[in-house]
């Protein structure tokens, strides 16, 4: 077999293992009405809205941090991260994530359930043109007739965003 055949072949299971890795089990919430869904190996816990400690001169979305269990997670508001008034109910609650390998909360509307999503229901985010950022999404899922914003929790927040966390997460300790 030639080399070009062998790189085409490994090419093509490339592809195959990156499009097979989006299906599997993804905890969904809601933001604002629409509902997301977030891989479930990356969750870690559900809790309650709880206070929240402001720390200073960290980006709007970054609430905060909260003490849980005697370890400091920083609080991202997933509504201010995607340009959404921040508003809180008695159903919202912080989905205790890892993102690049820190331990951080989100803020979301209400959980809703966890759902599997087979490969042949997850499609592509589409292109909305220039200057709409897509990248944090995995696709889109279709389950029980409805579409449902699969997000890359690893890539919603930018790198200097990530850095920000981590200065929150310092500053209290």
Do not use: W
Request: hydrophobic fraction near 45%.
């Amino acid at each position: 077999m030639s080399t070009q055949s062998l790189q085409v072949m490994n090419s093509e299971s490339a592809v195959a293992t990156l499009v097979q890795s989006r299906a599997g089990k993804y905890l969904t919430f809601f933001l604002a009405g629409e509902e997301y869904g977030l891989e479930i190996l990356k969750v870690s816990e559900i809790i309650g809205l709880q206070p929240i400690t402001r720390v200073p001169r960290m980006p709007e979305f970054v609430r905060g941090v909260i003490n849980l269990r005697g370890k400091v997670i920083p609080i991202t508001d997933l509504r201010m991260k995607f340009g959404m008034d921040a508003e809180d109910s008695e159903d919202s609650c912080i989905i205790v994530v890892q993102m690049r390998g820190i331990q951080t909360g989100i803020v979301v509307d209400r959980v809703s359930e966890v759902v599997a999503i087979a490969e042949a229901d997850i499609e592509d985010a589409p292109s909305f043109g220039a200057g709409i950022r897509t990248e944090f999404l995995l696709g889109i899922g279709k389950t029980g007739g409805r579409v449902k914003l699969l997000l890359d929790i690893d890539k919603v927040l930018a790198t200097n965003e990530i850095a920000a966390l981590q200065a929150a997460q310092a500053h209290a300790d």
